[in-house]
């Protein structure tokens, strides 16, 4: 059976910079933590400052990862309303608009919207207009 993911938490990443501090190696520091040598590893070389590690720095750099990309479909903007004119006017299936979006600005990325970006759009508005224009 596979493991579950479980990111390191900030007293281990405290426990990490301790350990390398008092020159324990990295499968001791693995071993004391009950994790992988190779995820320590990875953490210490995300975290590292010049040439020790720092706790406060891996935190930075893992939030930093979580971090999830700019929302392209938000009320009011050009491209939600062009969304939603080709869906409500036009009858244009998600997939129509992506393409056409990418047609007519091949190279103005602020107009690329994946389809289902589109349709997690139209399914977040609560029994709105788009979700039964598009039924």
């Known amino acids: 059976m596979a493991r579950k993911y ?4 900030p007293d281990q990443r405290n426990q990490i910079q ?22 320590i ?3 210490i070389q995300r975290g590292r400052v010049e040439e ?5 720095c891996g935190r930075e ?14 009320e009011g903007s050009p491209l ?3 969304v939603t004119h080709a869906i409500l006017q036009r009858k244009w299936s998600p997939e129509q608009i ?8 091949p190279e103005d990325k602020q107009w690329h919207v994946s389809h289902e970006t589109i349709y997690q759009f ?3 508005h609560p029994a709105g207009e788009l979700r039964k224009a598009l039924i």
Do not use: H
């Open 122 to 124: 139209i399914y977040a």
């Open 6 to 9: 479980r990111q390191l938490m």
């Open 98 to 105: 992506a393409g056409r979006l990418r047609m007519d600005y």
């Open 80 to 82: 939600t309303l062009a």
């Open 52 to 56: 020790t590690y720092d706790a406060v």
């Open 41 to 43: 590893s990875r953490e």
């Open 61 to 74: 750099e893992a939030q930093r990862r979580r971090r999830k990309g700019v929302r392209k479909l938000t």
């Open 18 to 39: 301790r350990g390398l501090n008092q020159g324990m190696s990295i499968r001791g520091i693995a071993r004391q933590l009950g994790r992988s040598p190779s995820t």
